[in-house]
């Protein structure tokens, strides 16, 4: 049975359109889940922590499902929110939905300025002479024109973005289980599941070493909470925004735990280093020159997916804000296709930045490993935010928790024990000279967003376009009532 929502005003404003299906969420949530951190990265933490990795990155899967859990619901406590920068602001107050959702937008275009980066560096080395500054042009035009058209022109692209990523992932395990059974031996050794343990245990650099992997593993899941900014544009979100959510631990036990299980086995951990895509050099040792070669376009997809979705993250984002009284006016216009068109221009902006950075000198690798840092550590606020939110929902909305039908397990003592694990990740970056200096680096955007906020929050427009909002909330949260009592009876 199908209720019709009574419009928020006698003049419904142009509003995001719900083109999104279940195998775009569904995709899109993997594609969030499976980072370019896991193609390009993995070298690093290997190095840093050895095979006490795997815990590192199950850990992390485990505490940020809740997180996941927590937003989904909340987003589907009242499907007025666009995402998460909206519950925000409605439960925390409207400084929340400012912090929350500017930062969010920070973290992603220091992402796509990176994966920019990335994909002109991975380029040159398919096609070596080639100016760094043709393949960073050409992905921002590719990526504004697929956004540009509709939001399912985006779900499409991500959808076989993220398809590719997994086939190679799936390929890398099939291959890998094969060179163990079959007894294969490298200049390296013998590939055998024994790799694991017998090359100084499973925590060889001691808990210090365990300790480094966290500092690195964090970034790669950054983008597992995409799914939270899809709410607005999936078609019935109360099924498919759980289905994509609950897949979250199986996603990573399956893309990250088991091929790092695999790629260990077959190559001894010491073996591995960073600025080397250990997915690149397993299929190299195993002769398979050619499959390296596609495991490189792999790779150059994975940055192309994450820009992609930074693109399309950020513009809905701005949006939001923009609808908030948050942002400009002018971000808030859709064009006829539904789209946010205005946001969409500033994030491939400032996108451009990564073309001119790449000419900026040597140390930019360095500078750019400091830069991500600041992004992870935004990232956590973020989530942080997100679990908050939770909680004042629970106590400001007692009721609508109470007929939840995808209640958040483990309640509010599991949001604690989250928060004691973002402070533990927090005292790791400190362990570390470059990423403490992220660390220390960070609060100057919190600086420049509080002295933003301070100008912002007292003007008039902001405040008639604040009320205008929670007047929306209101009034579909009467109507989710009214629906609910029908269903009742």
Not at 220 to 242: C, M, Q, R, S, Y
């Amino acid at each position: 049975m199908t209720i019709q929502r009574p419009p928020s005003s006698e003049v419904e404003a142009p509003h995001l359109e719900r083109q999104l299906s279940n195998r775009h969420i569904q995709l899109i949530a993997i594609g969030g889940a499976i980072g370019t951190g896991l193609f390009m990265g993995s070298g690093k933490t290997i190095s840093a922590a050895g095979p006490s990795v795997i815990f590192v990155y199950m850990i992390i899967g485990f505490m940020l499902f809740f997180v996941m859990r927590a937003m989904g619901e909340l987003l589907l406590s009242n499907l007025h929110y666009k995402s998460f920068s909206d519950f925000a602001a409605d439960l925390l107050g409207p400084w929340a939905g400012f912090f929350t959702g500017w930062t969010y937008w920070f973290c992603w275009v220091i992402t796509g300025i990176a994966d920019v980066i990335a994909i002109a560096g991975y380029s040159q080395e398919l096609w070596p002479g080639l100016p760094l500054w043709i393949p960073g042009l050409v992905t921002i035009a590719i990526l504004l024109l697929l956004n540009l058209t509709t939001v399912k022109a985006f779900g499409e692209t991500e959808f076989w973005f993220a398809l590719i990523k997994i086939v190679a992932i799936v390929a890398l395990i099939v291959v890998g289980l094969f060179m163990i059974f079959s007894g294969f031996s490298s200049a390296a050794g013998p590939a055998s599941f024994s790799n694991l343990w017998s090359h100084g245990g499973f925590f060889p650099n001691e808990f210090m070493g365990f300790v480094a992997g966290f500092q690195i593993a964090v970034f790669a899941f950054v983008g597992i909470e995409l799914v939270g900014t899809t709410a607005a544009e999936a078609k019935d979100p109360e099924k498919n925004l759980p289905k994509a959510i609950n897949s979250i631990p199986v996603r990573v036990l399956l893309f990250y735990v088991g091929a790092l299980i695999i790629l260990m086995s077959v190559i001894p951990w010491t073996e591995f280093a960073a600025g080397h895509s250990p997915f690149i050099a397993m299929f190299s040792l195993a002769g398979l020159g050619a499959a390296a070669t596609v495991v490189n376009l792999v790779v150059l997809t994975s940055a192309m997916s994450s820009a992609n979705s930074g693109i399309y993250s950020t513009s809905r984002m701005v949006y939001g804000l923009a609808q908030e009284g948050d942002a400009p006016a002018r971000f808030g216009n859709l064009s006829r296709r539904k789209v946010p068109q205005n946001a969409l221009f500033l994030s491939c902006v400032l996108l451009l930045s990564g073309v001119v950075l790449m000419y900026a000198g040597e140390n930019i690798g360095k500078a750019f490993e400091m830069v991500t840092t600041v992004s992870a550590v935004c990232f956590v606020f973020v989530w942080s935010i997100i679990l908050a939110s939770y909680l004042a929902f629970r106590r400001r909305r007692p009721g609508l928790h109470a007929s939840s039908t995808f209640k958040m397990p483990g309640g509010v003592p599991m949001v604690w024990v989250v928060f004691a694990f973002f402070a533990f990740v927090l005292w790791t970056l400190t362990t570390q000279p470059d990423t403490l200096v992220a660390l220390v680096v960070t609060p100057v955007w919190f600086i420049v967003l509080g002295v933003a906020w301070f100008v912002l929050r007292r003007r008039p427009v902001h405040l008639a376009r604040y009320e205008a909002f929670k007047a929306d909330l209101q009034a579909e949260q009467e109507a989710e009532a009214e629906i609910r009592a029908v269903q009742s009876k």
